[in-house]
C-alpha cells in the first residue's frame, strides 16, 4: 500500500538553529499537507501544497512540493522553543479524493 | 458546536470487551476520518467517510473493527472484543470538499486503554 515516511524521526536543535524535515512518498501524490502537533494535542493544519514544484512561506516556515510530487519538505529557521511538536506530512493520492495518508513524523525539541 | 467532538475522552477497558467511539464533525464538513495513534507514533489511516458515497475502510485493522456514519453527521467507532493491541488514542477528524485548502480538523481523540 501507499507509504509515506519522513526523515528524521527525531532532531533535536539549539533554539536559533534551523530545521528540516523531508517526506517521501512511494508514489505520486495529489497533493500534500503539512500538520504540527503539540506534545498531548492533536494535529493541526499548517498548509496544503498542490503544484509541482510549490513553495511556500509562513514567516519562518518554508514548504516545497517536489517537481515529481513524491516528495516534501518543511525548513524552520531560527527555531524557538514554541517549535517544539511532531511535524507530519500527509499526501492525497487523486485529485478529487480526500483520503490522506499521513507520514511517520518528525519530533522536533527545541533546547533553550 | 465549534470545533469536531469526540467521546468519550477516555476509555479503560478489560480485554474482550466491546467499545464504542463516538465523534461529532463539524457542521457541514462532508468527509469525516478515522485514524489510529499508539503512543508515540505516526497516525495510522482507518476509515475515511465521504458524503453519500461507500466509506473507504482500506484501513481497517481486522473485522472486529466497523464504522458507521449517519449521513454528515455523527461517526460511531466501534471495536469489538477488544485486544491490548488496540489500546491507543483514536483521532477523528472532518474537513470540507470543496473548500480552498480541504484541511483536516481533529478532535482532541478518545484514549483507549485495554487491559
Known amino acids: 500500500g501507499q507509504q509515506v515516511m519522513q526523515i528524521p524521526q527525531y532532531q533535536h536543535v539549539q533554539e536559533g538553529e534551523d530545521f528540516t524535515t523531508y517526506c517521501n512518498s512511494s508514489?505520486?501524490?495529489?497533493?500534500i499537507q503539512w500538520y504540527k502537533q503539540r506534545p498531548g494535542g492533536h494535529p493541526v493544519f499548517l498548509i496544503q501544497l498542490v503544484k509541482s514544484g510549490e513553495v511556500k512561506k509562513q514567516k519562518r516556515l518554508t514548504f516545497q512540493f517536489g517537481e515529481a510530487k513524491k516528495n516534501s519538505s518543511l525548513h524552520i529557521t531560527a527555531t524557538q522553543t514554541t517549535d517544539v511538536g511532531t511535524y507530519f506530512c500527509?499526501?492525497?493520492?487523486?485529485?478529487?479524493?480526500?483520503?490522506?495518508?499521513f507520514g511517520t513524523g518528525t519530533r522536533l525539541k527545541v533546547l533553550a | 458546536g465549534a470545533g469536531v467532538s469526540q467521546s468519550p475522552s477516555n476509555k479503560v477497558t478489560e480485554k474482550g470487551k466491546d467499545v464504542e467511539l463516538r465523534c461529532d464533525p463539524i457542521?457541514?464538513?462532508?468527509?469525516l476520518y478515522w485514524y489510529r495513534q499508539r503512543l508515540g507514533q505516526g497516525l495510522e489511516f482507518l476509515i475515511y467517510f465521504q458524503g453519500n458515497s461507500a466509506p473507504d475502510k482500506s484501513g481497517l485493522p481486522s473485522d472486529r473493527f466497523s464504522a458507521e456514519r449517519t449521513g454528515e453527521s455523527v461517526s460511531t467507532l466501534t471495536i469489538q472484543r477488544t485486544q491490548q493491541e488496540d489500546s491507543a488514542v483514536y483521532l477523528c477528524?472532518?474537513?470540507?470538499?470543496?473548500?480552498?485548502?480541504?484541511?483536516?480538523?481533529f478532535g482532541e481523540g478518545s484514549r483507549l486503554t485495554v487491559l
Open positions: 457542521s457541514g464538513h462532508t468527509a
Open positions: 477528524a472532518s474537513s470540507w470538499t470543496s473548500g480552498p485548502t480541504g484541511e483536516l480538523f
Open positions: 508514489t505520486t501524490l495529489s497533493n
Open positions: 500527509a499526501g492525497s493520492l487523486r485529485a478529487g479524493t480526500y483520503k490522506y495518508i
